[in-house]
């Protein structure tokens, strides 16, 4: 009887033993993480870039608390002579840590399929976009502009976030940033 005692006491040990080692094996317990959304970026500054044969003109429009908060540090007005072709560069940065600027345009290179660069302008002048995305869908980081008569006006540029929903329009998607420049063209 003391055998049989033991024999049974030994193995609802190994019993024991072996639920506990077959049920911690890991693999169930793993924690499993969703993959990361893809993080929105600050953007405190929007630069356009125009240039017309050797000279380049830059405006600025800097908030670098970003929206909300403070009023706008710049929001220069885009001067552009009339009856003039120009090739336009869109930059957007994080400048909202002066040591540590940070370029989102490589971001938006980078990440061109989920990106469109809009442009609305009031008058004569127009824009056409002039880079292309992967799938060959517009992107709008550089352009062609050309002014007509003189005029004075506004120049929008907005940058459309459009994972999954990129079709050319600016309709689709979330604004990542939109600035609307008071526009004179003489």
């Known amino acids: 009887m003391k055998n049989l005692k033991t024999n049974i006491s030994i193995f609802a040990i190994l019993f024991v033993f072996t639920t506990v080692f077959t049920g911690c094996n890991g693999d169930d317990d793993e924690v ?41 540090t710049e929001n220069d ?26 370029d989102i345009t490589e971001e938006v290179k980078q990440e061109d399929d989920e990106h469109l660069v809009c442009y609305s302008v009031q008058g004569g002048t127009t824009v056409t976009i002039t880079d292309k995305d992967g799938n060959g869908m517009d992107l709008g980081l550089t352009a062609d502009v050309a002014t007509d008569l003189s005029e004075s006006g506004h120049f929008t540029m907005s940058l459309k976030h459009q994972p999954g929903v ?16 008071a526009l004179e063209v003489e």
């Open 77 to 102: 007005t885009v001067r552009l002579k009339a009856n003039t072709n120009y090739t336009l560069a869109v930059r957007f940065l994080d400048e909202s840590d002066a040591n540590d600027v940070e």
């Open 32 to 72: 499993v993480t969703p993959e990361e959304e893809n993080e929105e970026e600050l953007i405190t500054t929007v630069e356009l870039s125009f240039t017309e044969g050797g000279n380049t003109s830059v405006f600025r429009f800097a908030d670098p608390d970003g929206d909300g908060g403070n009023a706008p």
């Open 166 to 181: 990129k079709d050319g329009s600016c309709e689709a998607g979330e604004t990542d940033v939109e600035v609307r420049f």
